[in-house]
């Protein structure tokens, strides 16, 4: 008996599994294949169609470079291709652009020299900009400033919009140059921006045009209208007619201040380009205009100015006490400033 509850029938243990048809295998594998070799293949094509717009594109970047290969290797950190957001430079954006900025003081023939620069049809001097306090008020502010002058995105009277080849501005010694210089001489070594110095020789001269403009910024003789240059001998004979009163005791010292900036800013910018003009050497030489126009690497032109020198008189006739001038200069390093060094 015992036998028999353990004891299993072999017949009923063996279960055998339905058998399938080698067709029906063979076509689902054939479907799974076909349908992965279609997939693969539209990706495929898909890769194949997003990368080929791109290549389009920098061949025709590639095809219209903006190279100049006449300039020399040790001019192109100064060579520029601004692309302005306010219009567009059009045939000339392949046009190389300079960087300048004329760095003077007040009265020393910055105004005269700047409309020379502007009767060029290719230079664009856009005047004193940083007279706005604003605009100098911190370095982001300067630097945001020179940056749209630049970028050929600064309106004035001086700008040429498609045709431009030297782009710049006067700065004054007292507008935030001084104060920045090491951030400025900075980016103008990273911009490749070129200094043009302009001084004056005499500076006597140099401080009787600045009390005699400072006079008729008050009084305003012509008209009720203050004008810092003229166009007409007629309103330089107006101007002429004052003459201010030089305080003896301190022309020595203020003499020696503003020869020691003038010192202070070439030291400053040395490693800058650069270059150093004297207004009465371009009085004496027009010819000198060429060199400016070399050293901005633009085509020598006629440059003209309708700007009427105001004072031309000798220094005794347009300064009252002038024996106490004199006497103070007499003996001293600016000696020689007591007469004229140029001829008028």
């Not at 094509?45 to 290549?55: M, Q």
């Not at 982001?140 to 919009?161: G, H, M, Q």
Request: with cysteine.
């Amino acid at each position: 008996m015992a036998e028999d509850c353990c004891s299993f029938n072999k017949d009923s243990l063996n279960i055998k599994p339905p058998k399938k048809s080698p067709l029906v295998l063979r076509t689902v594998v054939l479907v799974a294949v076909m349908i992965c070799v279609v997939y693969i293949f539209s990706v495929c094509l898909e890769l194949i169609g997003n990368h080929r717009e791109p290549r389009i594109i920098k061949i025709e970047l590639a095809e219209q470079p903006c190279h100049n290969p006449g300039i020399p290797q040790a001019e192109i950190p100064y060579v520029h291709y601004p692309e302005p957001s306010t219009y567009s430079r059009e045939e000339c954006a392949c046009t190389p652009v300079r960087y300048f900025a004329i760095l003077s003081m007040q009265r020393s023939g910055s105004g005269w020299f700047e409309t020379l620069l502007n009767s060029h049809i290719n230079i664009s001097s856009n005047g004193e900009i940083f007279s706005a306090k604003e605009r100098r008020s911190n370095i982001s502010a300067i630097t945001k400033t020179l940056d749209k002058v630049y970028n050929l995105d600064w309106y004035s009277s001086a700008s040429k919009n498609e045709c431009t080849a030297a782009i710049g501005f006067k700065w004054m010694l007292n507008q935030g140059l001084m104060t920045y210089h090491e951030e400025i001489v900075n980016y103008f070594k990273i911009r490749g921006v070129s200094a043009i110095f302009l001084f004056r020789r005499n500076l006597l001269r140099q401080m009787v045009s600045i009390l005699a403009n400072n006079h008729d910024r008050s009084t305003k003789q012509l008209n009720g209208t203050h004008k810092a240059h003229v166009h007409s001998k007629d309103e330089a004979y107006v101007l002429a007619r004052y003459k201010p009163i030089i305080d003896a005791t301190s022309l020595v010292p203020n003499l020696r201040n503003t020869r020691e900036s003038a010192s202070n800013i070439l030291r400053y910018f040395k490693s800058t380009r650069h270059i150093v003009l004297y207004y009465e050497d371009l009085i004496q030489n027009h010819n000198k205009m060429v060199d400016i126009l070399d050293f901005l690497k633009v085509p020598r032109r006629k440059l003209v100015s309708r700007h009427v020198k105001i004072h031309t008189r000798p220094l005794s006739e347009q300064v009252q006490k002038w024996n106490d001038v004199y006497h103070a200069l007499k003996g001293t390093q600016y000696e020689k400033f007591l007469t004229a060094d140029y001829e008028m």
